[in-house]
């Protein structure tokens, strides 16, 4: 669910008016609802109350730091791939306790300034990144606490892009080796085994693969506290997927979390989650402006002044997202190809949609659009990125601001033979 609501006609983001939103910002940008942010989120804690869970935001769905900071308010920790998403979370008042940084290409850079961060855990994803982890802690006097990332061998996942968890990804430490990897990292001085870790991939509609892997993991764990490993945690990565309105319906938090328990209980471990899209998605949506609408030969366009810059996921994945019109009108329906500006044919946000008439000025309402939304965006084609606003009740904030044409050239230099 989320606050996206029709008032007279006329579609606000809590009690904000989108009409007056864009007159007073300009086009396109990201709107948020803070209600749907913490909502999502204490779903998600609700569902696992009275277990020993800590919810870690996949701080790469969306990353500005007021969407951080209204998570952190809920008591959300931080899932991080990067100094600068673990930057960010810290910014945000992200303590390092509820902090655990995966990835598959950790440099040896970002180990070390995790490891003066003192966070909470490194879910490691190969034998070399763990040679790596284990000497850069030694130097450093400290013991770094891991969680194996496991390659469960598991297909899942709304689109082939988005799957992590079959052999052939490159995600974690393949199933078959396992085990003699724990081995070698308790015989190193600079980690501390604390957990095991999977992740299987996004937009997940179904339980069956969440289940097929995590009862893997079980017995894994069991495995490894045979051969004499601790095991006191249990990392069950993201991956919920969420309603776009189209395609499947995914569970319910509350359904996730019953095969969840039922699976993990006996093992007594520390639960942690990692969920992007299931929080920010539908909290999100990208407001544009209709520039022309062109007759083709054999369609009609919206050409749109929002592109696949601003939003990627249509192009690279042929992710479906609603369009709603920000002020509905009773015009008749037609079939139109909504695209952006950009010089690719991939820039196209729907294909024979049908919408009520639209005119040049119109604005239209890219639903679902809360997660790798803007956390995806470029400034290809020399297009700014787009504003962040965040709603609560009546207030709005601008969260990240337009830069100007003069912005967007910040750190380039004409090089001084060219001078
Ligand atoms: N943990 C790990 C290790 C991940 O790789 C991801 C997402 C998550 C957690 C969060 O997954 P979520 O709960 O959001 O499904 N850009 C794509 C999705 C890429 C997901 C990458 N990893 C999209 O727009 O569909």
């Known amino acids: 669910m989320h606050h996206f609501t029709y008032r007279e006609n006329h579609l606000f983001a809590e009690d904000v008016d989108l009409t007056a939103l864009a007159d007073e910002v300009g086009t396109p940008f990201y709107v948020y609802c803070e209600a749907t942010l913490r909502r999502h989120l204490r779903i998600f804690a609700d569902a696992f109350a009275g277990t020993d869970a800590l919810i870690a935001y996949s701080v790469k769905a969306s990353s500005n730091i007021s969407v951080l900071k209204v998570l952190a308010s809920e008591g959300a920790g931080a899932d991080v791939v990067s100094a600068g998403e673990l930057h960010r979370a810290r910014a945000a008042g992200i303590a390092p306790e509820k902090i655990v940084f995966s990835g598959v290409g950790k440099t040896r850079d970002e180990l070390s300034f995790a490891l003066d961060a003192n966070i909470y855990q490194f879910n490691v994803e190969s034998e070399p990144e763990l040679v790596a982890l284990n000497e850069i802690a030694q130097a450093k006097g400290q013991r770094a606490p891991i969680a194996l990332r496991i390659n469960p061998d598991v297909a899942a996942g709304g689109h082939e892009n988005i799957s992590t968890g079959k052999s052939e990804d490159k995600f974690g430490v393949p199933w078959s080796r396992a085990r003699a990897l724990y081995a070698t990292a308790r015989t190193m001085g600079g980690v501390e085994i604390k957990g095991v870790d999977v992740h ?65 209980a006996p093992l007594g471990v520390q639960l942690i989650f990692e969920p992007g899209r299931m929080i920010a998605g539908n909290a999100g949506a990208l407001i544009a402006r209709v520039i022309y609408v062109k007759d083709g030969a054999t369609r009609k366009f919206i050409i749109l002044d929002a592109g696949m810059n601003d939003l990627m996921r249509p192009a690279l994945y042929d992710a479906y997202h609603e369009l709603w019109p920000v002020v509905k009108s009773s015009d008749a329906s037609e079939a139109y190809d909504v695209v952006g500006p950009i010089c690719e044919s991939t820039d196209r946000f729907a294909k024979a949609r049908t919408l009520p008439g639209q005119h040049a000025g119109d604005l239209i309402a890219i639903m679902s659009a809360g997660a790798y939304g803007a956390s995806q965006t470029s400034q290809y084609n020399s297009r700014p990125l787009i504003p962040e606003i965040l709603a609560s009740g009546e207030r709005y904030a601008v969260i990240r601001k337009r830069p100007t044409l003069d912005e967007i050239m910040d750190g380039e230099a004409i090089a001084d033979w060219l001078r």
Do not use: W
């Open 200 to 264: 299987i991939g996004s937009q997940i509609d179904d339980l069956a693969p969440f289940e097929a892997a995590f009862k893997k993991v079980a017995v894994l764990i069991n495995d490894l506290r045979s051969d004499g490993c601790a095991i006191e945690r249990l990392d069950l990565g993201g991956g919920l997927g969420i309603p776009y309105g189209e395609g499947a319906t995914p569970p319910h938090p509350d359904a996730y979390a019953a095969m969840i328990k039922r699976v993990t």
